[in-house]
């Protein structure tokens, strides 16, 4: 069974991308239907304060070759692949507009207390295993482990992102674009078959704050000195963006990932969050290991959730100490990190077009004559 507290399917969303384990960990979870949207042409700016734009490197561009999608495509690719599955006394079940409210277990059952949060109405159900991948603010954690101050680090750090109507004005359908200050940044990401999405991050010690009063007038007050007209754009596309994501960042740390019947994965267990570029990678490799392991040890659970914790553990730490380094290149945090960034942009700009020259002159060189 599957209990999800929306009303209804989420779909549509903001850029996502897949590494090589993404890819690898959805065709073993049988994503036959993942719509990939990768830039089938176009180029990456980056935007200076006079208004001028220059070639940089995009997210795509990174080691490892992510793939590019939306949020929903994932969604919808695992929709798709359950479908199937909700056929007959076997099936899946979905309950749509439901929350958990009270977990209680023994060494043999685990009772949950769920609410339909359009009623109200509240009933008992028993598993035999509860599994929470509800996100950063996990209700499953916060009954099953403990309050969320107890494993949220803060990054003193916003995000908000959602799809664009449109393109920016003077750039191509496909093109991605980048507007970084100390402390602030504007993404915008070209996607194949789709407008861009959008995405505005900046640093602040006061997190409490970022959430009073109206969203869009704090963000056009933190970027209002970039004036760029593509900022303008993304900024004027925020209020008809009513699915957008406005959140602070963080990090979930936690000693265990189990307690008995019950277990968190995804974001509520380890949010590698936004910066690491590594969320759904991650999300879905612990699908996929944690199948494999329930499915080799289906009489003893407790074995299956430490061998599937001991296999992921070393993956996701690796990746919660990258996510600070790329931080830098989402939004650098001060004016030294922005020069070192720049400079790092610049060089790696100019070691791809060397190699694309190269390339270019041996393709173009006669063939030698063979004697």
């Given amino acids: 069974m599957v209990i999800e507290r929306a009303p209804r399917r989420r779909t549509g969303g903001y850029f996502v991308n897949l590494m090589p384990e993404g890819m690898n960990a959805a065709a073993d979870l049988g994503l036959d239907h993942l719509h990939t949207r990768d830039p089938e042409r176009g180029t990456t700016w980056v935007l200076n304060r006079r208004g001028h734009r220059r070639p940089a490197l995009s997210w795509l561009d990174l080691p490892g070759r992510p793939t590019a999608m939306v949020r929903g495509d994932v969604e919808a690719a695992l929709w798709n692949a359950m479908a199937g599955r909700r056929q007959g006394e076997?099936?899946?079940?979905?309950?749509?507009?439901?929350?958990?409210l009270e977990i209680v277990q023994d060494d043999s059952a685990v009772e949950v207390m769920l609410e339909d949060v359009s009623s109200g109405a509240r009933y008992r159900e028993t598993f035999g295993l509860v599994i929470g991948a509800d996100g950063l603010r996990s209700t499953v954690r916060r009954l099953a482990f403990g309050p969320h101050e107890r494993f949220m680090t803060s990054w003193n750090a916003m995000i908000c992102a959602f799809g664009l109507p449109e393109q920016a004005p003077s750039f191509g359908a496909q093109d991605s674009l980048i507007s970084a200050r100390p402390g602030r940044a504007v993404w915008v990401f070209g996607l194949a078959d789709r407008a861009p999405t959008a995405l505005l991050t900046y640093c602040t010690k006061d997190i409490d704050a970022q959430f009073a009063g109206d969203r869009t007038e704090r963000l056009r007050a933190v970027f209002h000195d970039m004036g760029h007209p593509a900022v303008r754009h993304v900024l004027d596309a925020l209020p008809q963006a009513p699915d957008h994501l406005f959140d602070s960042v963080h990090q979930v740390k936690m000693d265990r990932w189990s307690t008995g019947r019950v277990m968190v994965t995804g974001a509520a267990a380890w949010c590698l969050n936004l910066f690491s570029g590594m969320g759904t990678t991650a999300a879905l490799r612990g699908g996929a290991e944690l199948g494999r392991v329930l499915r080799e040890r289906p009489d003893d659970i407790g074995a299956a959730l430490a061998a599937w914790e001991a296999g992921l553990r070393p993956f996701v730490a690796t990746h919660q100490r990258m996510a600070r380094l790329k931080h830098q290149w989402f939004v650098p945090t001060n004016r030294v990190l922005a020069?070192?960034?720049?400079?790092?942009?610049?060089?790696?700009?100019?070691?791809?077009?060397?190699v694309t020259e190269a390339r270019l002159l041996r393709a173009a060189a006669p063939a030698p004559d063979l004697l």
Avoid: I
Wanted: glycine fraction near 8%.
């Fill in 90 to 100: 076997d099936g899946v079940e979905v309950r749509l507009a439901t929350a958990p």
């Fill in 339 to 354: 020069g070192v960034r720049a400079l790092a942009m610049h060089l790696a700009v100019n070691a791809r077009r060397a």
